[in-house]
Every structure is written in C-alpha cells, then in structure tokens.
DNA sequence: GCGCAGAAAATCGTATACAATTTAACCGCC
DNA sequence: GGCGGTTAAATTGTATACGATTTTCTGCGC
C-alpha cells in the first residue's frame, strides 16, 4: 500500500498511542489472528502493550466505531462475531459501492496506479502457491488490499475510509462463514478487472466486480446457525 | 424518525453517558448552533454536562470518528472546518451511494413507509414558511432526515449509519460554503422523488435523486478562500 | 450429586491525579 | 513602543483510584 496515488489528506496524525494499538488489534483481527467471539479485556489488551487500561479501552472504543468489536456494557469488548443478517448487509453495501468506487478510479488511473495494481496482484498469486500460515495471513492482506487500492486511487477519502471498514468486516464475515479452505479464490477475477479498466471497457469491469463480489459471497453458509446447543448438536 | 422500518439490528446499548453528550454535540453541530472550527475543550465539555473529562474526551473522539470533529494532537478538538477538496469529496460520496440507496429501498417500501415520508415532508413545508431560528434549525433537520429516511428503509443499518455521517458532514459544508438564505430549497425535488417512486419509475428517481444532490451542491462556493489573510483583505 | 444463596473475584464505568505540551503573560531590552 | 525570551497558566495525554456491575466460586441444604 505504498501507492502513489497517497497522502490525499494531510495524514490525521496518531493523536495518541492509543492508534497504535488499535491499528495492531485490527491488523491481528483481519489477519484472523484473533476469532470472532474472543473477549479483549481492557487489562489485557493494557497489560500486552504495556499502557493503562485508559489507551486500551480507547482503542477498543475506536474498534467498535468500525463495527470490528463490539462492547457490551457493563460486560467488555469482543471480536465482532457478525450475524448472517450482518454479513449480507456489508456484502450488500460492497456491491452498492464498488463499482461506483471503480469508475472513479478508473476516470484518474495512472499507468503508474496500474503497475502498482499488477504488482500487487503478482504477490498475491506468489503467496498462493506458498504453503504455511504466514503466507496464508498475507494472502488475505493482498486479497483485501486491491479493493483498497482502487478506492485510494479514486481518490476520495471518505469512501477509502467507507471500504476499509467494509473490507475488514468482510474478513471477519469469511472468517465466520467461509467454506471453501482457499480463503480468495477470485484471484484471477482481480486480474480481469484491471485488463478491463486498462482497456476503458467501464461497464464490463464493473460487471467483472460485481460478478467478484457475488462469488466471494456464494462462498459463504450464510444459515442462521443458532449454535443448535441443544438436543440437536448430539442427535448426529 | 419512528419510521416502521426501524430496528434492523438489536440497537448497541449506549454503553456510556459518553454517547448522551456525543449526541447532544452533534445535533449543536448539524443544527449549526456551533460554528465550524469552534474550539471544544474537554474540560468545558465536562463541566456543560457535569461529566468528567474522561467522558467529555470520549464522546469528542467518537465525534472525530464521524468526521464532524477535528482533533489535533495536545491542542485539542474543534468543529470541524471542511476543506473544499473534503466538501466536494463528501458530495461525490452522496451521489455515489444515494442513488442506490434509493433503488434498495424501492424494491421495500411499503404503504406505511410512503406515508410517513409525505408526512416528513410536509413537516418540512411547513417549517419553510415559519419565522425564527428554532423553525431554520428544525428545517435544516428535517431536510437530512428525508435522505436519512431512505436509507432506513433500504434496510441496510450500515448505509444507514454511513448517510448519516455524510448528511451531518455535509450541514457542515453548507454551513461553511452555502450561499443561497434559503438553506433547504431543494424541498420540492424530495416531493418529486417520493412521487417517482411510488410510480415505480426507479430510474427516473435516481436521476431526481442526483439532480438533487447536484443542486444542493450548486449553492456552494468552493472556491478555496485561503483565509486571504494578507494583504488582499485590506485591498479591497 | 444438584441447585441455589451469598460472598469473593474479576471487570467495567467514571472520576481524579499527575506528567507533558502548548498557550499566554510578563518583563527586561533594544 | 515593539520584540524576544523566560516563566506561569491552561490544556491535553496518560495513569491510577474507587465505586458499580457482572461473573465466578463456595458451601449449605435437599
């Protein structure tokens, strides 16, 4: 992510470490280092970055504003563990916004913007072949990381914004939900966007993205799984 | 806003009276009883609402997570003061996700829904023609609350939650950049809208939908007045 | 052994305390 | 009188303290 099409704004300074941990928490959250459902105490989160209960119970706080956490009162913060109902929301809200996103990012691109998108692209296909979690982990980042790019190139900030939510949440939502063990099957999909925009066909690439997001989605087993902690879990 | 379409999702219990105070800023900003760039120290914050600064801090961060709140690292929060970049940024966000919006919540609408936007507006009309601020500042709302309206039928919490931070955002731009007395004088193109709708003619109501917000925006005066605190200001 | 009341532990909600930084005030100097 | 520098006041950043709520544990009765 060390685009060109950067520093829109004059970069929100880290106010306060607080930034920090909450940027560490959301990396271990998307990575699917932390499940859905795991508690964050603000102890804890305090005690493992050697700050008071004050930052880490801020930067819960901030986790919660972008729907990664929630923080039940009186009961402490948690990884957000996103409903069914939730999940076809943040898909839902991804397939509103992205091909909008796509045509204005496609109006600016560069051929720089493009290269950067290749050579992302190139990592991505490099760490699928690789074995292991680290590779894995990574994977999911770059995955993520092309939707991001195409909204940094847009070049609105608020919508930029608007997709890292988005694409956090969706992370989370694979992580819940996800059936197939290749975590980002449409990778050639990613491809077929960038020949399209390269070739100014605007409409077949928002169908391309389109017919992406839809896919990822006909991934997931969005049944309502009422944790059936009843009869039923051992009826077999 | 007691729409019928409301509780989408089991409504995040305001862990804290740190939200009451978030609230009550917010709704001082977007009715412009506070002026962009005005100072909001935590301490004053505090005592105004007899809270703590821990309190006061928290809902001030939590406003700077919604945009409408600037806060620069040891020198404290302000309203915030959009750009111009960032007002037309927020504006190109609108006519990204409004008129998609307004398709989701066609294809849900119901009777009752209709009625209570014609309601809405009419509240609205009459409001137009009253004198005094306390009538302006419920107009202006009211104006918001027909945008934010849609999207609560549309059904999908997270848009909902992201239109709202862009109508607020957008109260500010108008605030700062807004040109015409009138604040709202877009009010017969929302009537037109509702009628489009109901006529099932959808794609005619996005076009209204973007004429709209294309309106709205043609009262501004983007110009970038950058404080002209020289010379210029003495000129004449 | 099971269930339930009550106490103890853990955790959160809020206030206060202290350190660090910025803003202002003051004062001698040119 | 204006200007620069030093010092005092105000404000933010972070930590700690204390009361409130929830959870867990314990032990008694059945």
Known sequence: M?????????????????????????????????????KLSESDVGNLFNVSRTLARAALQALSYEGLVSVEKNRGAFVAYPSPDE???????????????????????????ISNLRELLQEEGRLMSERGQTARRAEIKASGDFHLMLAEISGNAIMQRFMEELVARSSLVIALYGQSTASSCGHSEHGDIISAIEDNELDRACQLMLHHIAHIESDLDLRERKSLGLKEAFEL
Chains 1, 2 share one sequence.
């Open 87 to 113: 999940a076809r929301q943040i898909f839902s809200a991804r397939r509103l916004v992205e091909p909008g996103i796509l045509r204005e990012a496609a109006a600016r691109i560069t051929p720089d913007d």
């Open 2 to 38: 060390k685009s060109a099409a950067k520093a829109m704004q004059a970069e929100e300074v880290a106010e306060t470490g607080a930034h920090q941990i909450r940027d560490a928490i959301r990396e271990a959250i998307v990575e699917r280092r932390l499940s859905p459902g795991t």
